[in-house]
């Protein structure tokens, strides 16, 4: 049993049975820029299992693309990243950078969006799958890559005589077929899919989804999906994972979360979803802080709905809640360590007080 498996029963992340493939705590990731730095991702921590799907869903500007790229190392120069990220009980920050490399592919893999921008024009796909298996698995012989290759475009639905067409032969919804494809090639135990449905009908994006569940579970492959779709965590993912700001503040079994929804930040998102029984459009008034300077407190504090005289003044923990998750927000927290007033409404003319301290 691996350490991950180990440690004490008391940490909130540690919940669930199977082996823990990527464990991150207390994770942060900035960016330098000339007014300071962009705190991206600011104390995240969870943990995924084994053949497990974690929906990370938010608000665009929130730091789910930059927590995604982060857990493979694939960040731009000018950033930095801290705090603890375990592969398999492996310290990914204090790896060899060579160690990190080698692990990208083989181990740990991504599917990017907008699959035009990343699959090379001039390459036929077959070239994609030999330059993948060539550079990450270079003891397998011609026949092996290729055979590996078509078994691969079967399960996802691409006939093998399109092996040696060119991207622009594809449809839209081929193409981001073909990067699970090459993402899933070397069966990785880590998958990171960064909205895999972007820009598809809902018919495709059916599809992917059926196909990249599919896959997960013969492979028994960890898969983060960033999304903004919450029909599609809903319907395909075992967790949710709610980021704001560059935090998470609600973390918990999708059906639970969606039920019972214990943050007012992921229960103003759901509240603004659309539906067939939906009459009304709903929102959250405002946007997302600048995350070089985000507000003190909670950082939903200025577009909470039930925000409180507490909430500007000190950040809440990550705490099991009644209805089973994890949240982060001072309606589920505090006591009789809080000061007398702190639960008392907040009103806008405060919020905007805050806002300029």
């Not at 907008?114 to 077959?126: A, G, H, K, V, W």
């Not at 691969?152 to 449809?171: A, D, K, V």
């Not at 779709?229 to 503040?249: Q, S, W």
């Not at 405060?350 to 300029?356: D, K, Q, W």
Request: aromatic fraction near 4%; glycine fraction near 8%; proline fraction near 8%.
């Amino acid at each position: 049993m691996s350490e991950l498996t180990d440690r004490p029963s008391d940490d909130p992340y540690r919940r669930g049975t199977g082996e823990v493939v990527i464990s991150a705590r207390d994770l942060r990731i900035w960016y330098g820029t000339e007014r300071g730095p962009v705190r991206a991702v600011d104390g995240v921590s969870f943990d995924l299992r084994a053949g497990e799907t974690l929906g990370l869903v938010g608000e665009s500007g929130c730091g789910k693309s930059t927590l995604g790229r982060g857990l493979l190392g694939l960040l731009p120069d000018g950033s930095k990243m801290d705090g603890t990220l375990q592969y398999r009980g492996e310290d990914i920050l204090a790896m060899p950078a060579r160690r990190r490399h080698d692990l990208r592919g083989t181990d740990l893999a991504m599917i990017f969006q907008e699959p035009l921008t990343r699959l090379n024009p001039l390459m036929r796909i077959s070239e994609h799958f030999e330059e993948a298996l060539n550079t990450h698995a270079p003891n397998l012989g011609r026949d092996q890559r290729r055979s590996r290759s078509l078994a691969i475009l079967r399960t996802i639905g691409i006939p093998p005589t399109r092996y040696r067409s060119y991207p622009h032969e594809f449809s839209g919804g081929m193409r981001q077929r073909l990067m699970i494809a090459l993402a899933l090639v070397l069966e990785p135990a880590f998958v990171v899919a960064d909205e895999p449905t972007t820009a598809l009908d809902v018919l495709v994006e059916a599809q992917i989804i059926g196909i990249l569940h599919d896959l997960r579970r013969e492979i028994d492959t960890a898969l983060l999906l960033i999304t903004h779709n919450l029909g599609i965590v809903a319907e395909a993912c075992n967790r949710v994972a709610v980021m704001y700001a560059g935090e998470i503040v609600e973390l918990g079994e999708a059906a639970q979360v969606f039920r019972a929804p214990q943050h007012p930040y992921t229960r103003e998102l759901l509240r603004s979803t659309i539906s067939l029984s939906t009459t009304g459009l709903n929102f959250i008034p405002g946007a997302p802080p600048d995350l070089a300077a985000p507000p003190s407190g909670c950082r939903f504090h200025p577009r909470c709905p039930t925000a409180m005289r507490i909430c500007p003044t000190r950040t809440p923990r990550m705490l099991p809640t009644t209805a089973g998750s994890l949240a982060a927000c001072w309606l589920h927290q505090g006591g009789d360590e809080l000061p007398a007033g702190a639960r008392e409404p907040l009103e806008r003319q405060e919020i905007s007080v805050a806002e300029e301290a």
